[in-house]
């Protein structure tokens, strides 16, 4: 019998490192000569998945040096069952990672026309529920989302100020109240084909993110298909646990 059909635990964990090796070289374009503990450390700051279990894949790459005589692929240790399946779960997460639109993001999204009155908008938000709406002008791009955090803070400050609640409510646009899209932390685009970990990631890198908007190209001239924000994180996290 072939050594290979002997160690079946090493021809999957070999597998698993092997299809994760190639993911992650194709999906960053980098050097196909990159050895795997490099790679994982290079991967880690641009991978949400890489970076949470950057320690066992590097430890796996050893094992795998650890295991195979290099020269024939001469299998000489079987690793355990938990550690191949271990393995096989990250692989699944880098080879075949769940889009952000089919698990935890939100489809029904409400947008507002950026010239309503804040008394609409905030009858919008109590009405619906959500905190962050989209915020579209006449030729349907964006130009911002409504946060009812925000909102109210602004309100609070108007009174104090001296301002009459009707004259907000009633002559202050949303559109005066947004910061531009492109020059605010707090949101941002994403392709309808972003990950779950992809999603996470700007989450990571942006503390003050409150929102991702998913649009069809990506692009802000573009109505949103889903909108994930920063109460799916959890959620997020759990899908990625036990997918």
Do not use: W
Request: proline share 2%; charged share 25%.
């Amino acid at each position: 019998m072939k050594n290979r059909e002997i160690f079946q635990n090493s021809k999957r964990f070999i597998d698993a490192y092997n299809n994760i090796d190639y993911a992650l070289k194709k999906r960053y374009n980098l050097n196909r000569s990159m050895g795997f503990s490099d790679l994982i450390r290079k991967a880690a700051s641009l991978n949400y998945t890489v970076r949470k279990y950057e320690d066992d894949l590097v430890d796996y790459g050893r094992l795998r040096n650890a295991i195979i005589h290099n020269s024939d692929d001469f299998v000489i240790a079987e690793p355990h069952d938990s550690v191949v399946e271990n393995i096989e779960h990250i692989e699944k997460l880098l080879v075949t990672p769940p889009r952000a639109i089919d698990t935890v993001a939100t489809k029904d999204v409400r947008i507002i026309q950026a010239d309503k009155c804040m008394r609409e908008v905030i009858t919008t938000i109590a009405e619906t529920g959500f905190n962050n709406i989209p915020v579209y002008n006449k030729q349907n791009e964006l130009v911002g989302v409504a946060n009812g955090q925000k909102i109210l803070a602004s309100f609070g400050q108007f009174l104090l100020s001296g301002g009459k609640s009707d004259v907000f409510l009633d002559h202050v646009q949303i559109a005066d109240m947004l910061t531009s899209l492109e020059k605010s932390n707090y949101y941002c685009v994403k392709k309808v084909d972003c990950t779950v970990e992809e999603a996470l990631d700007e989450f990571n890198k942006n503390h003050k993110l409150l929102a991702i908007l998913f649009t069809k190209k990506g692009g802000t001239n573009e109505l949103p298909v889903a909108i994930m924000t920063g109460s799916n994180i959890v959620e997020a996290q759990r899908i990625l646990e036990d997918y």
